[in-house]
């Protein structure tokens, strides 16, 4: 009877088994694997007698001893089950193991799952779970020792049922959306042995009570919004093998003894919080530490010399703090660290470290420090396991030693942002892995190296912002999986090869910018209909622009401003569906705007200003916004939006213009005689001086204007005595008289009116110093211009007093009359000088509007005041550069009108075959100057190199290996010959060379030779600081 029974609960039991997994089963939407085809309703052939057939079902497992035909495990481990979990899998009371982890699974946990009161381990991780982290009907499963519902969708504070989990040895609620903070009474589940809270929203402090954990090996809270000190209760746990903090906002310093009390300790991170204080030098008695990350902290002082001396370390990652490391103990630490041969990454990154001399590691990352001074030529002995270098952002200068080409294995080289020079290293095209590779923002010289058509396997190429120059090598084009390449902001020539706009793979970017390309546009330009970014800008690229740029369907940026393209808008650029940003401008382009461009939805930037576009202005989409339209210096344009101020209709201009074509039909003889008058008049005035007015000389003057009379009492009469300077237009001489109620001394500059051109300069020189304000600027105080006592014309200004003479006789005392030999500029204070008068050129060249030209660099109108800080000065032959007449001069334009503005041996090589008056004129003269600094040797010195014998020539011949040779004498320095070599007189030679070039289009930018002066400067500033610490 009693076996009868026991067969008919058995029978009963496994049908309520079997009933479930149909259940299951249904519950699953998505089975795209297959996992459960093999759960269906066999029963060997009857109805009524459910079999046990369902314990052989794909990841199903029965108790066949003490519970015969009894589930005890479904293991359905990363089936891509889709669906939500049934609630009859309450039923399955013998339950033990529950795996669904890594499917697709969503909806609640069902809280019929506490009747499974078997239930050792419970894991539902890696689904889209939602609702409670813990339901709880599921307190009563107090057998289980793992919970793990890692990376869900579970909402909520950790609930009160989970203490009710005393066997519990594993929690594991990574990454999911919870809240509150960590509950202090999970310190009552004193069976735990790992705790992985990461990435789930809680916040607070933590609990102190978590030291009572005494058997915890991993305690995982990072990426959390955890706040405050850690309580020193947590470092006393000396079970904890794996100690992750990362990432949170704690505060506080490590305790001293943390080694001693954390022995077994094999990861240890505190990346990304606000920690403080030093690293203790007890973390070498952690003899098993393999993760050390303190990375992005305050931490400060030294590192221990013996954190690496049990030689397991692979991942050393002290970045982003404010450690120190200037003497040569300091660096101590890095022996025990080179002798850990499982070393992967080695993370020095931005703290106020300078030298280094690296043995052997396997990933070596310095960027973002500040170190300084030569590339270590040990670089060749690391590891030949290397594969990510990394030294970008620093100081570091210098050639880049030999030896690249064995690091096989490499696969990303970022060396962007230092100071290296010589050529790129041809070894490179020998790294068959490398994906990555950014030399950008150095100074390397010389061609791209054919080689680099090699590295099959590249992705992304950076060379921007160096001085690399000739063509582009066509052998780049064999690099078919390059998806972004940048070489922008060099002095590349040549055409553009049509081999790099066939790489299909090239989605990201192109960028050929601020180079001097030239010839037309390939067509092969359409092949790139993947490509986001094409930016060809600032060349000398001529032709059309091709129609095939239509087939850059993906395309959103398209510059190709500051070109000599001619022709049409084309239609092709109709195709461009998803453009965003459209520069054509400072071209010469013609024709009418199209009418589609107003019609591509996704432009927010348009800029079509100065060309030669002509006709009607659309008045929709982009063109109705000011704030991302520009479309000024095409005067034949008219219509459009009312803001655009064009005429209203073509037909009203071309009325207007009739009209003022009989106007000048009618009065052109009448106009002509007036002319011829005042031409007679003009005569007789210079023959006979008359009256001068000086009323309303300039509209805008806003000084109060000083008489003849104050000037002659100012100067005794215009006494020889304060004669100060004579210049090519006249004298200089020291006044002193009141100045807003006190007295001051001033220079005053009258114009000798006999001379030709001095009342142009007179009206220029005003024009040019009443609109600047600068540190670097003589001032203008006023003006006079009015007559002398003598009736005749009169003209002066009146500038603020620099007291201590201009650069030339700083640099040539000997030959200047009245000048001591006790003049002398150190090379230091040169640099200061150079870049006292960059700033002022550029402030002229790119911070004011409309730009100025100041046509007259050279020492002697470098003034010094009683700091030694350098006034530009002598505006007389300056240019004010309206944007339209600066585009046109780098043409050439306006030539016939101008006589060679400058100085002989000054004046850049283009003003004399008659092009205009550019910017880049100045930038050559800058040139000049700052090599006759270096060398001491005027422009117009006799030199001895070949028949084209110039100054700048001179200084070809010796640079780079001769440069110590022709630096001026008296240009002393303190320190190491080698370290000034290096930081300073190198980079600064090669500055002024890439000014002197002979083209102006390839002649680097004032605003980037201040930019490489100021980081010359502080190079040299912080090699000193070392020294000093050092001694």
């Not at 080409?405 to 020079?421: A, C, K, P, V």
Request: aromatic share 8%; hydrophobic share 40%; proline share 5%.
């Amino acid at each position: 009877m009693l076996l009868l029974v026991s067969n008919s609960l058995s029978i009963y039991d496994n049908n309520d088994d079997f009933s479930a997994h149909l259940s299951f089963k249904y519950y699953i939407k998505s089975d795209p694997g297959q996992a459960l085809s093999s759960w269906d309703a066999a029963n060997n052939g009857t109805t009524n007698k459910p079999s046990t057939n369902f314990c052989r079902w794909n990841g199903i497992a029965c108790n066949d001893r003490q519970h015969p035909g009894r589930v005890t495990a479904i293991r359905l481990r990363g089936s891509h089950l889709g669906g939500t979990i049934s609630p009859d899998l309450g039923n399955l009371t013998h339950l033990e193991d529950l795996d669904l982890s890594q499917n697709n699974l969503l909806g609640e946990i069902p809280v019929s799952l506490g009747s499974c009161t078997e239930l050792r381990t419970m894991n539902l991780s890696v689904n889209q779970l939602s609702g409670s982290l813990f339901p709880d009907g599921l307190g009563h499963l107090s057998k289980l020792k793992i919970f793990n519902v890692r990376h869900n969708n579970l909402t909520g504070a950790i609930p009160m049922a989970l203490s009710n989990l005393t066997a519990l040895t594993n929690l594991n609620v990574e990454s999911n959306y919870l809240q509150g903070q960590i509950p202090s009474w999970l310190c009552n589940l004193t069976s735990l042995a790992a705790i992985d809270l990461a990435l789930s929203g809680l916040n607070g402090h933590i609990p102190g009570e978590l030291g009572k954990l005494t058997k915890v090996v991993f305690l995982m809270i990072q990426s959390n919004r955890l706040e405050g000190p850690v309580p020193p209760s947590i470092f006393n746990i000396s079970s904890i093998e794996h100690l992750d903090l990362s990432f949170n906002q704690l505060s506080g310093s490590l305790p001293l003894d943390i080694g001693f009390q954390l022995p077994n300790l094999k990861f240890f991170g505190t990346t990304g919080n606000q920690f403080e204080g030093l690293i203790p030098p007890s973390f070498s008695n952690a003899s098993a530490l393999e993760y050390f990350l303190l990375r992005g902290n305050q931490y400060h002082g030294f590192i221990p010399r013996d954190i690496g001396i049990h030689g397991n370390l692979q991942y050393f990652s002290v970045g982003q703090n404010q450690f120190q490391a200037s003497k040569p103990r300091d660096w101590d630490f890095l022996t025990s660290i080179i002798n850990c041969s499982k070393l992967k990454l080695l993370d020095l990154e931005q703290n106020n470290c300078y030298e280094l001399n690296m043995g052997c590691v396997p990933n070596w990352a310095l960027t973002h420090n500040n170190f300084i001074g030569i590339m270590p030529i040990t670089i060749a002995n690391l590891s030949k396991e290397l594969t990510w270098l990394s030294l970008a952002n620093n100081q570091i200068a210098g050639i880049i030693p030999a030896g690249l080409g064995m690091f096989q294995r490499l696969t990303r080289l970022n060396m962007e942002n230092n100071l290296f020079t010589g050529a790129l290293p041809v070894d490179i095209g020998q790294l068959p892995s490398l994906q990555d590779l950014d030399m950008s923002h150095n100074r390397f010289q010389g061609e791209i190296p054919i080689s680099f058509g090699n590295i099959t396997s590249l992705s992304k190429l950076s060379l921007s912002n160096n001085f690399l120059d000739d063509t582009i090598p066509t052998s780049l084009g064999n690099l078919r999986t390059l998806v972004s390449i940048d070489i922008s902001c060099n002095f590349l020539s040549g055409r553009i090869p049509q081999e790099i706009l066939s790489i299909p793979s090239l989605t990201i970017l192109l960028n050929l910018s601020n180079n001097a390309l030239s010839g037309s546009i390939p067509t092969q330009i359409g092949h790139l209909n993947n490509l986001i970014s094409i930016d060809l800008s600032m060349n000398k690229l001529t032709g059309e622009i091709p129609d095939d740029v239509g087939g850059c369907v993906q395309l959103q940026l398209l510059h190709l401003q500051g070109n000599l393209l001619q022709g049409e808008i084309p239609k092709g650029l109709e195709k461009l569906g998803v453009l965003e940003n459209l520069d054509l401008s400072s071209n010469n382009l013609t024709g009418p705007i199209p009418e589609f461009l107003g019609n591509i939805q996704a432009l927010n930037h348009l800029n079509l200003s100065f060309n030669n576009l002509s006709g009607p202005v659309p008045d929709t989409g982009i063109f109705c916004n000011d704030t991302i339209l520009s479309v000024t210096g095409n005067n034949m344009l008219w219509g459009g939006s009312p803001f655009l101020q064009f005429p209203s209709c073509a037909s009203m201009r071309s009325q207007h213009q009739r009209h003022l074509l009989i106007v000048f039909c009618v009065l052109g003889p009448l106009i002509f005689l007036m002319v011829s008058i005042t031409i007679y008049c003009f005569i007789k005035r210079r023959v006979k001086p008359k009256k001068f007015s000086r009323e309303n000389l300039f509209l805008n003057e806003t000084h109060e204007r000083i008489s003849y009379d104050e000037l002659r009492s100012a100067t005794h009469s215009f006494s020889p005595a304060n004669l100060i300077g004579s210049g090519s237009l006249g004298n200089v001489y020291k006044g002193t008289f009141i100045i807003d109620e006190n007295l001051a001394t001033v220079a005053i500059k009258v114009l000798n009116l006999n001379l030709r051109g001095a009342s142009r300069s007179f009206l220029t020189e005003c024009n040019a110093l009443r609109r600047i304000r600068h540190r670097n600027l003589v001032k203008v105080i006023t003006v006079c211009s009015g007559l002398d006592h003598n009736g005749d014309e009169f003209k002066a200004l009146v500038l603020e007093f620099i007291c201590n003479g201009n650069v030339d006789e700083w640099l040539h005392p000997n030959t200047m009359i009245n000048s001591t030999t006790t003049k002398r500029l150190s090379l230091m204070r040169r640099l200061y000088i150079a870049l006292d008068v960059a700033a002022a050129l550029e402030y002229l060249h790119h911070n004011i509007e409309p730009t100025i030209v100041h046509c007259d660099i050279k020492p002697t109108n470098i003034l010094l005041d009683d700091d030694l800080v350098a006034h530009v000065t002598d505006f007389g032959l300056a240019k004010i550069m309206y944007a339209e007449v600066c585009k046109k001069n780098h043409g050439g334009n306006e030539s016939s009108s101008l006589a060679v503005k400058g100085t002989i041996g000054y004046v850049p090589p283009e003003y004399g075959s008659g092009c205009g008056v550019s910017t880049d004129g100045d930038i050559y003269s800058y040139g000049v100057l700052l090599l006759e600094m270096l060398t001491g040797k005027r422009p117009t010195d006799s030199f001895d190199c070949g028949e084209e014998a110039s100054l700048v020539n001179y200084v070809k011949m010796a640079y780079p290996n001769k440069l110590q040779e022709i630096l001026d004498v008296s240009a002393t320095y303190s320190g190491n010959t080698q370290d000034v070599m290096d930081l300073v007189i190198h980079p600064m030679f090669r500055l002024a060379l890439a000014c002197c070039h002979d083209s102006p289009r390839q002649r680097i930018k004032m605003d980037y030779v201040v930019e490489e002066l100021s980081a010359i400067k502080k190079a040299q500033l912080l090699r000193v600081h070392e020294v000093k610490v050092a001694t």
